[in-house]
């Protein structure tokens, strides 16, 4: 059955029950003559009973209204009444609302939709100028395949832009020569300019280390244009054994294929050993630095990042800056239209030289 249908029954079976207890309003005479006579009798206070009402003057048509007891049960009655009827009204299951097309308009959207990922665009100098490099594309047979492996080198002659810049050596070859002149004690080679002391590391490498070593210090351009200086030294003695000295011009020619270092006898005589060394781009855009590499992932899938890839770097840092996702490196020219892209949408980077960071970087995609 509808409720349309059960609240008129339901309605009659209420007033039967009142009916039957005598809990209805008297409505006709006999009513309240019956309910009057119910009622004990009652006595006035002594101030009430010498209370007499001002006199006023009476229209002809007014009559004095006297109020009696009976009129006290009567609000009573109605009073209980209403209430019952509130709380039935409260004791009633809740129907559900109706539903109209309306509806769809209050719909929430969902608190956990995740916002859409800041688009990064990074131009390579290769779009618009190039001269060396694997992604190329004008660049000439000798100049596109790196053994640097700078993937673009502009036409510039000095690359002004670009500096400063970080050198990567090779391990000493030691020459025939070498082999007969050179102390069997361990061998550095120092590094320097005109501007900055001498960085060692060692001349053959480390035990179980990786055969490129990147120089922890940057080089202005300024100090490869006025010579850079190599010596081969015994290890804790500053004299060198050998050395090699070169005014360096960061031309598409040397960005790509490094310069190729022969270290002679200081006194001008035999070469003691050869060796490569590499001078790279220095600048990352960095995004974020965290404590572990799971918030990193998370944060470089907020981007969305085209012609480069995010990586992730240790660094000597401690706490909530030991691991860095980072962009590049590049040179500071294109680094630095990176960043601003970083910041017109309302996020944080900025613009380091790397030289906190440990080891090989992996992959944050």
């Avoid at 490129?212 to 010596?231: D, K, N, Y």
Wanted: aromatic share 4%.
């Amino acid at each position: 059955m509808t409720r349309d249908r059960d609240e008129p029954k339901l309605d009659l079976a209420t007033l039967r029950a009142l009916c039957a207890r005598d809990d209805l309003l008297p409505t006709t005479e006999a009513e309240v003559e019956r309910a009057e006579g119910s009622l004990p009798e009652l006595e006035l206070p002594e101030r009430l009973r010498r209370y007499r009402a001002p006199q006023t003057p009476q229209t002809p048509q007014s009559t004095p209204r006297r109020t009696s007891p009976l009129g006290y049960v009567v609000a009573l009655g109605v009073g209980a009444l209403v209430a019952a009827a509130a709380t039935a009204l409260w004791l009633r299951a809740p129907q559900p609302p109706r539903v109209t097309s309306a509806g769809a308009e209050l719909v929430r959207p969902s608190p956990t939709a995740s916002a859409a990922p800041v688009p990064l665009v990074f131009q390579s100098r290769c779009e618009r100028e190039c001269c060396a490099g694997s992604e190329c594309k004008a660049a000439a047979a000798a100049l596109s395949s790196c053994p640097s492996g700078i993937r673009c080198a502009s036409c510039a002659t000095d690359n002004v832009s670009g500096g400063p810049y970080r050198l990567r050596l090779g391990s000493l070859i030691v020459t025939e020569a070498g082999q007969k002149l050179l102390p069997s004690a361990p061998l550095e080679l120092c590094v320097s300019t005109s501007a900055s002391e001498a960085l060692c590391v060692p001349a053959l490498g480390e035990a179980n280390g990786d055969a490129w070593r990147l120089l922890r210090a940057v080089t202005p351009l300024q100090g490869l244009l006025t010579g850079l200086s190599l010596e081969l030294r015994k290890k804790g003695e500053a004299a060198p054994l050998g050395s090699w000295k070169r005014a360096v011009s960061p031309t598409p020619d040397v960005m790509c294929k490094g310069l190729a270092i022969a270290i002679q006898r200081s006194d001008g005589g035999e070469t003691l050993g050869r060796l490569s060394a590499f001078i790279e781009p220095t600048h990352f855009v960095e995004l974020s630095r965290a404590a572990g590499v799971p918030e990193l992932l998370s944060a470089a899938r907020h981007f969305e990042i085209s012609g480069s890839s995010p990586r992730i770097y240790e660094s000597s840092r401690l706490g909530r800056e030991r691991f860095a996702l980072v962009l590049g490196p590049f040179d500071r020219a294109d680094a630095d239209a990176l960043r601003w892209q970083v910041l017109d949408h309302g996020l944080e980077a900025q613009i380091t030289t790397g030289l906190d960071f440990l080891g090989a970087p992996r992959p944050a995609r």
